[in-house]
């Protein structure tokens, strides 16, 4: 059985205690993974806040910084193939999508390498003609990035790199469910050469790993990523130390469709969104909100595309859809997809769990038009399609906005002028014009609502991770005037 260990201050390292990771294909363990605690948590933390206040890292120009990010990068397209299997066979995501996402998420690290010596300060015009005025742009301090299992590379990548463009330190935390790519990953940390402290790289459990993480008082920011109830927490940790937050949490995205869009595209966007990587992921489409008169013939199409799709294997190129991460996410899906059906939900398609090993569960569709279902409240992060639908664009708009979330969004129309009145009022961080699922480095991505705030990506991002520093410099030699009043 392979086993996996933290990163902690330059040093690959056993913990005191390990724990089973389960391959979802089988449902078998097939790895130890370490599991830290707070001794190791305040260990990680000293050693970056160390690296953040004085040695090798703290002397490096912004420059200096880019170059290690781009040695990264070429580290991480280098290595795209095993970090992708790793990736596959700890969390049961395909291996054509986790392929495909890691050999991107070295630009990632690219566009903040180039990123790193363009973070500016900026001159004050300021009203006193005896003084000087500058803001500079400093680190925020030691970072906790507590990263899920799903697209773990890549909403590593959106963390570490504005981060480290901006000066900062890390104590990353994986998932405990699936943690082997990110612990792998520290190994191209280390082999890049950042200097020991600078990245630390462990896993556990929340309680007595994350909860010490992002109390603990030598942390400034907080990078999360994950569920709702478990952001809770966080900010109630946070409280302890005042550390500032960056929050990109669920959703519950409308996929919304009129009569005029090309339905065809719509319905290969709408499988895009909604079973690819199994229907884990934040911007899933689990909400189709289609216009009425077209509503039978696109469910029509959906249904033969949802049907037409091979289950299997991860490991297998051929395989589109493969297990979910762990047995309770299958519980609670098969709990609320019974649950709506018993409400009145029509099951279109899918709805049942195959037999046989692993943490497997079908493309499925419910429509829900008629009916107040759990599946159109709840995320279930599952292949699980709730379909809504509409007479007019107010009504459109309505159930899309009907949500607490507001992460991401699909519009498709052919009408110019709908899709800007539509993609104003829709309340959700990303908007999707006749698209799905589409991302760069250079685009800020995040939500509102329960979906977090802060943004990921772009140069937003890299200035969440920075603090401004006003500094006044006085240029006259006369003698400073009546101490008893405010200059």
């Not at 095993?82 to 395909?94: N, S, V």
């Not at 970072?143 to 697209?151: D, E």
């Not at 569960?361 to 995320?379: F, G």
């Not at 589409?438 to 969440?464: K, M, N, W």
């Amino acid at each position: 059985m392979q086993r996996f260990q933290h990163y902690i201050d330059g040093r690959f390292e056993d913990a005191s205690a390990n724990f089973p990771s389960i391959d979802p294909a089988t449902g078998e363990p097939w790895a130890e993974m370490p599991e830290a605690r707070e001794a190791d948590v305040d260990r990680a933390v000293e050693a970056a806040h160390r690296a953040l206040r004085g040695g090798q890292w703290a002397g490096l120009t912004a420059t200096q910084r880019g170059r290690l990010l781009y040695r990264l990068a070429d580290l991480v397209a280098a290595n795209a193939a095993r970090l992708a299997e790793l990736e596959t066979r700890d969390t049961g995501k395909i291996i054509r999508e986790t392929s495909a996402q890691i050999a991107y998420v070295a630009d990632y690290y690219r566009y903040y390498a180039g990123l790193a010596d363009k973070i500016e300060g900026s001159y004050l015009p300021i009203d006193k003609p005896d003084m000087d005025v500058w803001l500079r742009r400093e680190p925020i301090g030691v970072v906790a990035a507590v990263v899920p299992w799903n697209s773990q590379l890549f909403l590593a990548a959106v963390k570490l790199g504005p981060a480290l463009a901006a000066g900062c330190t890390l104590v990353v935390k994986a998932s405990e469910d699936g943690p082997a790519p990110l612990l792998e990953f520290a190994r191209l940390i280390d082999e890049a050469g950042f200097p020991a402290g600078v990245v630390n790289v462990l896993t556990g459990f929340g309680a007595t790993c994350g909860a010490a993480l992002t109390k603990h008082p030598k942390v400034a920011h907080i990078a999360f990523t994950g569920g709702p109830q478990t952001a809770r927490a966080v900010v109630r940790n946070s409280a302890e130390n005042l550390a500032s937050t960056s929050l990109e949490l669920g959703g519950k995205s409308p996929f919304i469709v009129f009569a005029d869009a090309d339905l065809e595209s719509a319905a290969n966007a709408q499988v895009a969104g909604i079973f690819a990587a199994t229907g884990q992921s934040c911007v899933a489409g689990s909400r189709l909100i289609v216009e009425a008169s077209v509503k039978d013939r696109f469910l029509s199409v959906l249904k033969a595309k949802a049907e037409a799709v091979k289950i299997g294997s991860p490991l297998d190129r051929a395989t589109e859809v493969g297990p979910l991460c762990t047995a309770r996410q299958r519980v609670l899906i098969e709990d609320v997809v019974g649950r709506s059906v018993a409400a009145g939900a029509v099951l279109v398609a899918g709805g049942k769990t195959p037999d046989g090993p692993g943490f497997y569960y079908p493309p499925t569709i419910l429509d829900c038009s008629a009916v107040k279902a759990p599946s159109v409240e709840r995320e279930l992060f599952g292949p699980v399609l709730s379909v809504l639908s509409f007479e007019d664009e107010a009504e459109a708009l309505r159930l899309a906005n009907d949500t607490p979330f507001g992460l991401a969004s699909g519009l498709f129309t052919r009408d110019l002028t709908r899709a800007h009145c539509m993609m104003k009022r829709i309340h959700a961080g990303v908007v999707w014009v006749n698209t799905y699922r589409a991302v760069s480095p250079i685009a800020p991505f995040g939500g509102y609502g329960q979906s977090g705030h802060g943004r990921e990506g772009g140069i937003a991002a890299a200035l969440d991770f920075t603090r401004t520093k006003t500094v006044w410099l006085r240029t006259s030699d006369d003698p400073i005037p009546d101490p008893f009043v405010m200059r």
